[in-house]
C-alpha cells in the first residue's frame, strides 16, 4: 500500500531563512510520481512540481528546490529565501502506476509559518 | 489560463439533508476526481472517473456518495443524507494531458 509521510507538522522561520520540508513515501510499484502542492490559507490546492520515478534529477525553479532520492525514499522541497508569502501548508503526494492521473496519496502536510 | 472552478464555494446544510457539489473540469481532461480534506487533516481520495463511469473509490466513499457527469461539462458529488462527519472541505481535480491533477479551489461543506 501507498503512503506518504511528512514528519514535521510545523515549521517556523523568519523572514529569508532557507526551510527543507521533508517527504518519504512507500510505495511497491517501479513507477510512480511524485508531487509538491501548497495550500494557502484561503485553502486552494496550487500545483508545484510532479517527478515520475525514473527521474531522479533534482530541480530548481526560482527559490524553489526539489531533491528527489530514491535510495531513501524521499522527495523534500527546500525554499531559499524564504518569504512571507510561502506561509502556506504543503502537502507531499503520491501516485502508483505508470499514469500520474491516478489517485494521489496525501502526506499530513507541513505547516510553513514565515514571519517578517 | 483555464482552471478547475467549484460551486457553491461554502454549502451549510442539516443533518439528513442531501447535498450536490458540482465541479467545471477544464475542458480537454478526461479524468476527474473527488478528494475531501477534514478541517486540519490530510487531503484523502474518495473517487476517480473515466468515459462516464467511477474507475476507483475509496473506502469512504460508500453508498451515500455518488457521482454524475450529466450534461459533458459539469461533474458533481452527491451526499444523499449528511452527517456530521461529512463536515470537510471538498475539491475536484481533473488530469490534464501531462498527468498532473489540478485542483479546483475546493467548497466546505458544513453539516450542523
Known amino acids: 500500500a501507498q503512503k506518504v509521510t511528512q514528519a514535521q507538522t510545523e515549521i517556523s522561520v523568519v523572514e529569508k531563512e532557507d526551510v527543507t520540508l521533508d517527504c518519504v513515501y512507500e510505495?511497491?510499484?517501479?513507477?510512480?510520481?511524485l508531487f509538491w502542492y501548497k495550500q494557502p490559507p484561503s485553502g486552494e490546492l496550487v500545483f508545484l512540481i510532479r517527478?515520475?520515478?525514473?527521474?531522479?534529477q533534482n530541480e530548481i525553479s526560482g527559490r524553489y528546490s526539489w531533491n528527489f532520492q530514491k535510495s531513501t525514499s524521499s522527495f523534500n522541497f527546500t525554499i531559499t529565501a524564504s518569504q512571507v508569502v510561502d506561509s502556506a501548508v504543503y502537502f507531499c503526494?503520491?501516485?502508483?502506476?505508470?499514469?500520474?492521473?491516478?489517485?494521489?496519496?496525501f502526506g499530513g502536510g507541513t505547516r510553513l509559518m514565515v514571519k517578517p | 489560463e483555464p482552471e478547475v472552478t467549484q460551486t457553491p464555494s461554502h454549502q451549510v446544510t442539516q443533518m439528513g439533508q442531501e447535498v450536490i457539489l458540482r465541479c467545471v473540469p477544464i475542458?480537454?481532461?478526461?479524468?476527474f476526481y473527488w478528494y475531501r480534506q477534514i478541517l486540519g487533516q490530510k487531503v484523502e481520495f474518495l473517487v476517480s472517473?473515466?468515459?462516464?463511469?467511477?474507475?476507483?473509490k475509496s473506502e469512504i466513499f460508500d453508498d451515500q456518495f455518488s457521482v454524475e457527469r450529466p450534461d459533458g461539462s459539469n461533474f458533481t458529488l452527491k451526499i444523499r443524507s449528511t452527517k456530521l462527519e461529512d463536515s470537510a472541505m471538498y475539491f475536484c481535480a481533473s488530469v490534464s494531458s501531462t498527468d498532473t491533477q489540478y485542483f479546483g479551489p475546493g467548497t466546505r461543506l458544513t453539516v450542523l
Open positions: 517527478r515520475n520515478s525514473f527521474d531522479e
Open positions: 472517473f473515466y468515459n462516464n463511469e467511477i474507475s476507483e
Open positions: 503526494a503520491l501516485s502508483e502506476g505508470r499514469n500520474a492521473g491516478n489517485m494521489l496519496t
Open positions: 475542458s480537454n481532461h478526461l479524468y
Open positions: 510505495t511497491r510499484d517501479t513507477t510512480y510520481y
